[in-house]
């Protein structure tokens, strides 16, 4: 309203059924991106002046790399650098890093989008696996259709994990989740078996189920994850966005090493 004071016009009608805006607002749309934009280029250009290692870093990554790698990598870097501050977004919601809204991301998708930075840091592996109880319980496997399947909705059936339950299993799934944070807790729980990204099993206090060979010819092509780090070209040099970024490629570089000398599930 008071935009609307400034301009002496009426921006939006306000209705039973909501707020839509005018061919005022339509007009003037083209100006307030622009003026997004420049906002967003100072701000950009200002953090460029940085020099210390301080202040706020905003990270978002996928809900198990942020418990099993992130959490413990930040609290290393905040005793190194105590004038640190961090924002973790450990979701699956893609933060725009364009706009402002994270610093730095850990991507199972490459973007293609935007003035953008991005390396792979890692290919995650995943297998299914369940609790120590469950895996015993199931014995060898013969059939896919006798595993208590825990999977992803069909909203999300283009990810690896899902693809490879399409290609390879006809069956009902006990549960299924979007939300691989939500899916962790169900195989926890012995409520069944998931695909789950390797690195993550000891953590989670999980292991591989038993195959019959005949089962490990349709599991020699487990689904693949790339993860990409990406950030916005004008903070890459930053300081306390260069620290951070620096301290994952080098963990995930050593985490790479001990998961390729691992024996496969």
Not at 99 to 107: I, K, N
Not at 167 to 192: I, K, T, Y
Request: hydrophobic share 50%; glycine share 4%.
């Amino acid at each position: 309203m008071l935009l609307e004071e400034a301009v002496k016009a009426t921006l939006f009608d306000r209705g039973r059924d909501g707020v839509t805006p005018t061919k005022a607002a339509e007009d003037l749309m083209p100006v307030a991106e622009e003026i997004e934009a420049v906002i967003q280029r100072f701000t950009t250009a200002a953090e460029g002046l940085e020099r210390a290692v301080e202040g706020l870093v905003r990270l978002t990554c996928p809900p198990d790399v942020a418990e099993v790698v992130v959490a413990p990598l930040l609290c290393e870097l905040r005793a190194r650098h105590p004038a640190l501050r961090f924002h973790l977004d450990p979701g699956e919601a893609v933060l725009d890093l364009t706009r402002r809204e994270a610093d730095l991301a850990l991507r199972t998708a490459r973007p293609t989008r935007g003035d953008l930075i991005v390396i792979k840091v890692a290919t995650i592996r995943w297998v299914a696996a369940a609790t120590p109880s469950v895996a015993r319980q199931l014995g060898p496997v013969k059939r896919w259709t006798d595993v208590p399947w825990i999977g992803f909705g069909e909203r999300l059936a283009q990810l690896p994990p899902a693809r490879w339950h399409t290609a390879h299993v006809a069956a009902e799934f006990v549960a299924r989740s979007d939300s691989l944070a939500v899916q962790l807790p169900l195989v926890n729980a012995g409520l069944g078996v998931a695909l789950v990204p390797s690195p993550s099993l000891a953590h989670y206090r999980l292991v591989p189920i038993e195959l019959t060979p005949k089962r490990r010819a349709d599991a020699a092509d487990w689904p693949l994850n790339d993860l990409f780090l990406v950030t916005h070209r004008a903070l890459r040099n930053v300081p306390r966005v260069q620290v951070v970024w620096d301290a994952l490629v080098e963990r995930f570089a050593e985490l790479t090493k001990q998961w390729d000398a691992r024996p496969r599930a």
